[in-house]
């Protein structure tokens, strides 16, 4: 039989009994719908934390000071990690041929008569990008799916040079608010301003930013800022040696856990760091990368997922035995008809290919609804994991194809039993 | 030419421990244009000859040729093809699909196997010539008996088979209706056609040219009639 006539026959079956079968279909419209809902989830994770991480590639690790809380305020727990300790570490560790180093604080900031109280960072040039990237921030109005470059951060002027960071000169950034503060549309291009009393050339000013979370942007205040020299605040802006934190770059980014341990050994023997009784080192450091914070992210999301997997093998097991309890009760009633066709010449495999057609006629069309209920769960979704779930346009044509492949393994017996009636018996059926 | 040959044709069944012997060696020979019946009482293995013959069922010993064509131990789909092609069969209970109508009904044969040609022109003809043109469109049960064994007819006739068939074409009709349907096979046997009928009615057998009596799965007694009409 052709295969139109093939299609035919199977969609008139099919709509003889639409009831039925609509109810047959049930379970694959759940178990489809949780698998557009799942994938949902995962890409969501995966979407939050590249969104979060644009700038932490995945060739650094970022080492941060443990800190613990004495006498009312943060401090660095064991030794301090330093600007040294980050100098030093490409040409002592293989694996690392570059560490970026940043340190932050509290300062006066003065133009003329105009002062300001003010967080700053001091950065190296390229980690300014890395500074920015962990305020979660992007220029005003950047469209999500459009890729940040770090000159897009810049509104006037420019960033400091790692010259100017290793000479430790005496120029700033400031943020855009902070600049409209203390020159109140002035340019402030080439003008000096007072750090606690130090002077400072202002060789550039960030574009407007907000926070890139929407939620997140009536508490943050991502265009107050300063950013300096690593070195030149270092050296001036601090009573004490402060802690840093660095970005390592690995050379090699299949390598990374290898750095880590390089990383981990150089800084132990650097801060006298020795081995515990129970083999464990009480380090006074701590290692990110964008691999912990991924699988961090996909944690959370995972044991939702793993409920929606869960339903979803389920919904389509029943929704499969549901297809097939309907198909054999249709092979069933429909005995004579199968008998008729075989005496006037049909095949095995033409009574075959119309039953098994028949069922995955049946499961994809709950396959199709399935995915248009999965698609209106994804918002629902989300607002359950913290707005963490997006489609995942993939899922669509995997999902139809779930349908189609449980249409085919639960509609092959009745179409096979169906196959195997004796023509004899079956014109004899009433 | 001869379009049924049979020789020692046998069949037996298994039933519980025990064997039927529901055929014993039956040797037919059917020419072209021939129109045959087939008698006997329930249990006389007149059904059993009609699978055998039909194709739907493979002898346990003998042979049979169709067209001069050893058929008798064809595999399953290749007898499917027999059937398709060859065989056109007419049924007590005439056995349309109630959800197709009468020119699906027809049509069906055509779909299966490798038939070239204009499905809907070649059923339509069909139905032309059992007379049913204007009921082409209707489902079987929106037709008499008698309409449905006609479309019927049509369906057996749409592949122009070797042979045709008949397990008592007339046995759910009133006779008045019956008649009509005899009347119908004798004048397809006189267009050519090769008719095989089983039937327990002898009014009805006496249509055919020749007459089979069958009991206990042989032919027993073989009658010439002169009335064809």
């Keep these: 039989m052709s295969p139109l006539n093939t299609l035919l026959t199977a969609l008139r079956g099919i709509s003889s009994n639409a009831l039925r079968t609509t109810l047959t279909t049930l379970g694959i419209v759940i178990g489809v719908a949780s698998v557009i809902a799942t994938l949902a989830l995962g890409n969501g994770a995966r979407a939050a934390v590249n969104a979060n991480f644009r700038f932490l590639g995945s060739d650094q690790v970022q080492i941060d000071q443990d800190l613990e809380l004495k006498n009312g305020q943060m401090q660095a727990q064991g030794k301090t990690l330093t600007y040294e300790d980050g100098l030093n570490m490409p040409s002592a560790v293989p694996l690392v041929d570059r560490a970026e180093m940043t340190v932050s604080g509290s300062a006066k900031l003065r133009y003329g008569r105009q002062t300001d109280d003010i967080n700053f960072q001091g950065t190296d040039a390229g980690a300014l990008l890395t500074v920015i990237s962990q305020g979660q921030v992007q220029p005003v109005g950047w469209p999500s799916n459009k890729p940040l470059t770090p000159k897009d951060f810049i509104g006037q002027g420019r960033f400091f040079t790692d010259a100017e960071v290793l000479a430790g000169d005496s120029v700033c950034v400031l943020g855009y608010q902070t600049a409209l503060d203390l020159f109140e549309g002035d340019n402030p291009i080439g003008q000096t301003v007072w750090v606690n009393r130090k002077p400072c050339q202002v060789i550039g000013v960030l574009a407007e930013l907000e926070a890139l979370n929407v939620e997140d942007r009536i508490n943050t ?210 | 030419m001869k379009i049924i040959q049979t020789e020692n044709l046998t069949r037996t069944y298994a039933v519980g421990s025990s064997t039927v012997n529901a055929l014993r060696g039956v040797s037919l020979a059917v020419e072209m244009g021939e129109f045959v019946a087939l008698m006997g009482p329930s249990g006389s293995g007149k059904s059993t000859m009609m699978h055998l013959l039909g194709c739907l069922d493979t002898p346990s010993a003998g042979s049979y040729w169709l067209e001069e064509r050893d058929v008798s131990k064809l595999s399953k789909d290749e007898r499917a093809e027999v059937r398709n092609n060859r065989i056109g069969f007419i049924f007590q209970t005439f056995n349309l699909l109630p959800r197709l109508n009468a020119l699906e009904n027809i049509a069906l044969p055509l779909l299966y196997g490798r038939h070239g040609g204009d499905v809907n022109k070649q059923a339509s003809e069909a139905l032309g010539r059992v007379g049913l043109k204007p009921r082409a469109r209707h489902k079987p049960n929106e037709l008499s008996g008698g309409e449905r064994q006609r479309v019927a007819i049509a369906r057996a006739l749409v592949t122009s088979p070797a042979l045709i068939l008949a397990d008592e074409p007339t046995g759910n009709l009133d006779s008045k209706t019956g008649a009509e349907i005899m009347r119908l096979l004798v004048e397809l046997c006189a267009e050519g056609h090769t008719i095989l009928m089983v039937t327990h009615d002898a009014k009805v057998a006496s249509h055919a040219g020749r007459i089979l009596q069958m009991q206990d799965g042989e032919i027993v007694e073989e009658r010439s009639t002169d009335v064809t009409a």
């Design chain 1, 221 to 430: 205040r991502p265009n107050d800022g300063l950013f300096l020299p690593v070195s030149f605040a270092i050296q001036n802006l601090f009573d004490t040696e402060p802690w840093v934190t660095i970005i390592a770059h690995v050379t090699d980014e299949s390598k990374m856990e290898e750095a880590k341990a390089e990383i981990a050994t150089y800084l132990r023997q650097r801060h006298g760091i020795p081995k515990g009784p129970d083999g464990k080192y009480a380090d006074d450091f701590h290692m990110t990368t964008k691999q912990d914070v991924l699988g961090a992210q996909q944690q959370s999301a995972a044991t939702f997922s793993l409920l929606l997997t869960a339903l979803a093998i389920v919904s389509l097991v029943v929704g499969g035995i549901g297809i097939m309890n309907v198909m054999l009760v249709s092979v069933s009633e429909r005995t004579r008809e199968i008998g008729v066709r075989m005496a006037v010449g049909a095949r095995g495999r033409d009574v075959v290919a119309q039953f098994l057609l028949e069922a995955v006629l049946l499961s994809a069309g709950g396959g199709l609804l399935g995915i248009a209920v999965g698609i209106l769960t994804v918002p629902i979704a989300a607002s359950l994991n913290q707005g963490v779930a997006l489609l995942d346009p993939n899922s669509v044509p995997l999902a139809f194809g779930v349908s189609l492949v449980t249409g085919l393994v639960f509609g092959l017996y009745p179409a096979l039993r169906a196959s195997q009636l004796d023509p004899i018996e079956a014109l004899r059926y009433e």
